[in-house]
């Protein structure tokens, strides 16, 4: 639906006449931000890969600090129980 103004009279559906020169910068203008949009979707897509990616390397750090941490507590309490000689 268009709606055109004219005075405090509104009509539905009437016609508006633009310049080509004008149409086509209007088609261009909205070719520009749909392009920009799938661009910015690229990206926020991207990020969140990038998110999951982050996630999994600090979820296997965490587990190597833990397996380290369990091997050193053992370590320790290898050593403070001296074996009989």
């Not at 020169?21 to 990038?50: C, F, M």
């Not at 190597?64 to 001296?82: M, Q, T």
Request: proline letters at 1%; a negative charge; aromatic letters at 8%.
């Amino acid at each position: 639906m268009i709606y055109y103004q004219k005075g405090d009279i509104m009509k539905e559906n009437a016609q508006i006449f633009i310049k080509i020169g004008e149409y086509n910068k209007i088609l261009e203008t909205v070719r520009l931000v749909k392009e920009k949009l799938n661009e910015a979707r690229n990206v926020l897509k991207r990020i969140s890969e990038l998110k999951i990616e982050e996630y999994n390397q600090l979820s296997n750090w965490d587990s190597n600090l833990e397996e380290i941490e369990k091997k050193i507590a053992s370590v320790d309490e290898a050593l403070g129980k001296p074996e009989s000689v």
